[in-house]
């Protein structure tokens, strides 16, 4: 049995999952806490905010984010990619910055404009 906080919501549940009850989860007060505790046990994923450097913008970062939560095995591995990235001003929210990352169809995306 292991026991997780869930971190879905500011409630801060306490989950216990049973691995060996086909990833059985209590403690949750909502079934978004039961997704969590299965997924986390799974295949636990997250989105990762950052930034990347921006050639003739007001700032000298731009904030980029994950489109999707990418697998947690692979956070390093992404972060380290961003260090290569430059982009040039003009950059509008929602563009693709570094498309496909490590394989996994998940972009970073800019998160405003500049």
């Not at 049995?1 to 999952?17: A, D, F, N, Q, S």
């Given at each position: 049995?292991?026991?997780?906080?869930?971190?879905v919501?500011?409630?801060?549940?306490?989950?216990?999952?049973?691995?060996?009850?086909?990833?059985?989860?209590?403690?949750?007060?909502?079934?978004?806490?039961?997704e969590?505790?299965?997924?986390?046990?799974?295949?636990?994923t997250?989105?990762?905010?950052?930034?990347?450097?921006?050639k003739?913008?007001?700032?000298?970062?731009?904030?980029?984010?994950?489109?999707?939560?990418?697998?947690?095995?692979?956070?390093?591995?992404?972060?380290?990619?961003?260090?290569?990235?430059?982009?040039?001003?003009?950059?509008?929210?929602?563009?693709?910055?570094?498309?496909?990352?490590?394989?996994?169809?998940?972009?970073?995306?800019?998160?405003?404009?500049?």
């Amino acid at each position: 049995m292991t026991e997780l906080i869930c971190i879905v919501c500011p409630r801060g549940c306490h989950l216990k999952v049973d691995e060996e009850n086909g990833y059985a989860v209590t403690g949750n007060t909502c079934k978004r806490g039961e997704e969590y505790g299965k997924k986390e046990l799974t295949n636990p994923t997250r989105v990762v905010p950052s930034t990347v450097k921006i050639k003739g913008g007001i700032h000298r970062r731009l904030p980029v984010k994950t489109s999707k939560p990418i697998p947690k095995d692979l956070i390093f591995k992404a972060m380290k990619l961003l260090d290569t990235v430059e982009v040039t001003s003009p950059v509008k929210r929602g563009d693709v910055v570094y498309k496909d990352i490590l394989g996994t169809g998940i972009d970073f995306i800019a998160t405003r404009d500049m």
